[in-house]
């Protein structure tokens, strides 16, 4: 990366699983990355902390993905939202880019998909 900070992620899904593929992947390439398989606990550090990144499943206990993400994006709106669901629909991808989502990836997805993705919202922050 050309600036030296570290870019920071914040990774929601129920299924424990996806943190656990996720999180040692990113911090090989040398991201700060937080895995929350709760969607309080998650509300409640993003409420503490801005993430560069945060990637979110929609279909959770507790409140969905779209009112995590709306509050996400109200509270720091730089942050970058990328959503990742088994669940995907037009329509669930259409409310979710009018909320501002940068990216939607179906489940499952690779690895690669998911650290392009990344890659690309970086740019982006980078160029604001």
Same mark, same amino acid.
């Given at each position: 990366?050309?600036?030296?900070? %570290? $870019?920071?992620?914040?990774?929601?899904? #129920?299924?424990?699983?996806? !943190?656990? @593929?996720?999180?040692?992947?990113? +911090?090989?390439?040398?991201?700060?990355? +937080? /895995?929350?398989?709760?969607?309080?606990?998650?509300? &409640? @550090?993003?409420?503490?902390?801005?993430?560069?990144?945060?990637? /979110?499943d929609l279909k959770?206990?507790?409140? #969905?993905?779209? %009112?995590?993400?709306?509050?996400? =994006? *109200? @509270?720091?709106?730089?942050t970058e939202v990328?959503?990742? /669901? !088994?669940?995907? $629909?037009? *329509?669930?991808? &259409?409310?979710?880019?009018? =909320?501002?989502?940068? #990216?939607?990836?179906? &489940?499952?997805?690779?690895?690669?998909?998911?650290?392009?993705?990344?890659? &690309?919202?970086?740019? =982006? %922050?980078?160029?604001?």
């Amino acid at each position: 990366m050309s600036n030296n900070k %570290q $870019t920071n992620i914040l990774i929601l899904d #129920d299924e424990p699983i996806v !943190g656990k @593929r996720l999180k040692p992947s990113l +911090e090989k390439k040398g991201y700060l990355v +937080e /895995t929350f398989t709760e969607s309080l606990e998650a509300l &409640k @550090r993003i409420r503490e902390h801005n993430f560069d990144i945060v990637i /979110t499943d929609l279909k959770m206990e507790g409140i #969905d993905g779209m %009112q995590f993400l709306s509050e996400v =994006k *109200e @509270r720091s709106p730089r942050t970058e939202v990328i959503v990742i /669901t !088994g669940f995907a $629909t037009m *329509e669930t991808a &259409k409310e979710s880019f009018q =909320k501002g989502v940068f #990216d939607f990836l179906a &489940k499952p997805f690779k690895l690669g998909e998911i650290t392009e993705v990344i890659r &690309k919202a970086e740019s =982006k %922050q980078q160029n604001i």
